[in-house]
């Protein structure tokens, strides 16, 4: 009840001072071996606003699922006697950021943005259907409480600068570390809107009280010709075990309203692994986007998840839906 009051506060504050009220919401329909089903994904609300030609503010609130596994319900003995998979949705604050720009570049207070993966997400355009492979396999949190610098230092190379707690925007500081997160991009940043190539570099180090974890990711991408590529390479190494990501995707434009596009990752959680045990797992997906005009997005795919161990692949199809306003 408190977010839904602060929200409509900022929505009255944002009526009053000229700012800018959107929102974008996530659906799907899953059929799966052992499920069919509508499912809601997510739903953001955001409103930002110009205070002056050098400070501008954003917030954005997100409903979503609680993502705390499942719920066990009691008898009147207090005995378990069934347990289901946690539906429900919560709302809570994503973002919160201030930006103040200065003839030395931008800085970035609050609860902030990370700049590990967001050219990476565009590069693969499709958020709503899935997510980028750094956020999907947890190597990088979306946003964190801090401050970054950003700066555009030749032509179209630049740098952003980030030191966070490290806990991600869900969960307080619990210790004395703190993330440091540097990127260096050369090339075009928004590869769904504009034509070019990008290149880049992330690395982010953070201290603990035994040895310091620490990720690295390299990443391009191309759009043209109604073709978009993307590619990443990232690794991981947290609490003594490295893990590592390859990611490619593809799109082509079809018509003005049509796409088709395919993504494969292979994602290793352990390579230092030397025992019989395989962990290794690849994830497909491929599919068709179709543009509906009023900012509404329909995309059929299917999934397909594999698993160099013993276990039996996993075949999903999906239709994915987007509203944005």
């Known amino acids: 009840m408190k977010y839904l009051i602060i929200l409509l506060t900022y929505i009255s504050i944002s009526i009053a001072a000229d700012g800018k009220i959107g929102g974008v919401t996530y659906f799907n329909y899953t059929n799966a ?44 003995e207090g005995v378990p006697e069934n347990i289901s998979e946690d539906t429900r949705l919560v709302a809570f604050l994503k973002k919160a950021q201030i930006d103040y720009r200065t003839s030395y570049g931008k800085i970035s207070m609050g609860l ?7 050219i990476q997400e565009k590069n693969w355009g499709y958020r709503f259907i899935e997510k980028s492979a750094m956020d999907k396999y947890k190597f990088s949190s979306t946003a964190d409480l801090g401050v970054g610098f950003s700066r555009t230092l030749v032509n179209q190379l630049k740098m952003s600068l980030q030191v966070v707690n490290g ?47 620490s990720m690295a990711s390299l990443f391009g991408g191309f759009a043209g010709m109604g073709l978009r590529l993307g590619g990443q390479f990232n690794m991981l190494k947290k609490d003594g075990i490295e893990s590592q990501i390859i990611s490619v995707s593809s799109n082509y434009s079809m018509t003005d309203k049509l796409d088709a596009f395919v993504r494969y990752d292979m994602f290793d959680p352990n390579t230092d692994r030397i025992d019989e045990e395989k962990d ?10 179709l543009s509906c005009g009023n900012g509404l997005l329909v995309a059929p795919n299917i999934r397909m998840e594999s698993y160099e161990d013993d276990s039996d692949s ?8 987007q509203f944005k306003f």
């Open 280 to 289: 290794n797992s690849t994830y497909l997906i491929a599919g068709i986007q």
């Open 167 to 213: 806990e991600g925007y869900k969960n307080p500081q619990s210790d004395k570390y703190h993330k440091i997160a540097f990127n260096s991009t050369y090339g075009e940043h928004n590869l769904v809107k504009n034509s070019g190539f990008n290149a880049g570099v992330v690395y982010t180090t953070e201290q603990t009280d035994d040895k310091p974890n």
């Open 314 to 321: 996993a075949t999903e199809y999906k239709i994915n839906f």
């Open 112 to 118: 902030i943005g990370m700049n590990t993966y967001n």
């Open 33 to 76: 071996e052992e499920k069919s089903a509508f499912n809601f994904q997510r739903q953001y609300f955001s409103y930002g606003v110009n205070v002056s030609d050098d400070v501008s503010f954003k917030v954005v609130f997100d409903v979503g699922p609680t993502n705390k596994g499942d719920v066990v319900y009691l008898n009147n």
